[in-house]
């Protein structure tokens, strides 16, 4: 991301030096230069977007576009469209923060055993060492388990 102080030294130093060899210098291309030198303009906030913004503040960025659209037009003296309130917050970063679910998974958690066997497989005594393995077959659109 190029700041403003960056579009400024270019600007002034862009007279003694070329714009490619300074890009080189800060490590940015000369493209992303151009893009953002009519893009750092001073950039003031309408009436809507004020009033969006200090919503969302208000409301700790928990509501999105949905509510904040309920909010604007509640008072009335406001009046814009869901889809601009929308592209508005998208457009500045203004979604609405929210917690992930969390599953609990009823019942008891699966149990674990120690490895005792190890792969050691040598006994003294027949029956010893038993396991057990489960297959899955697949059968037509349903699912058959082999369990040996």
């Not at 149990?111 to 393995?133: A, G």
């Not at 077959?137 to 349903?142: A, N």
Request: charged residues 20%; contains cysteine; positive net charge.
């Amino acid at each position: 991301m190029v700041n403003q102080s960056t579009i400024r030294l270019i600007k002034t130093l862009s007279t003694h030096i070329s714009i490619t060899r300074i890009c080189e210098i800060l490590g940015i291309s000369r493209t992303t230069y151009y893009r953002h030198l009519n893009k750092h303009e001073e950039y003031t906030l309408t009436e809507v977007e004020n009033r969006i913004h200090q919503l969302c503040i208000e409301n700790h960025f928990f509501y999105g576009y949905r509510k904040i659209h309920a909010l604007l037009t509640k008072d009335g003296s406001i009046k814009c469209s869901v889809s601009k309130v929308q592209r508005i917050m998208s457009r500045h970063g203004w979604g609405c923060c929210f917690k992930q679910k969390r599953f609990n998974k009823p019942g008891n958690p699966y149990k674990t055993f120690e490895n005792l066997v190890n792969r050691d497989w040598n006994t003294d005594q027949p029956l010893q060492k038993l396991t057990t393995d489960i297959t899955y077959l697949p059968f037509g659109k349903t699912m058959l388990y082999l369990s040996t």
